[in-house]
């Protein structure tokens, strides 16, 4: 098995067409192998069911508390779940 070099992490929000576009790029621009997470930051939408469907994906799925503030401070706690248990060279968001 090869090692990955590099860690993407991506969050998602109720976008769709853009994780899509995305993960498309990804595939095919990336030469070399690469993790991929993706963390959805509760969107109850269609790209839930679409991340669920990719297998080449990690999928975090987080779940929004009543009371917990939305924006930047969820997107931060989004890409810390990203990161925690990174053992590559390199982390991209």
């Not at 998602?12 to 959805?40: G, H, M, S, W």
């Amino acid at each position: 098995m090869i090692k990955q070099k590099a860690r993407i992490c991506i969050v998602n929000y109720k976008t769709p067409e853009l994780i899509r576009v995305c993960l498309r790029a990804i595939r095919q621009f990336t030469e070399y192998p690469v993790e991929v997470v993706v963390v959805d930051n509760d969107s109850k939408d269609e790209s839930v069911e679409y991340l669920r469907s990719l297998d080449w994906i990690q999928l975090i799925e987080r779940k929004h508390k009543p009371g917990n503030p939305r924006g930047s401070f969820d997107e931060g706690a989004a890409y810390d779940l990203g990161l925690a248990d990174c053992e590559t060279e390199f982390f991209v968001v």
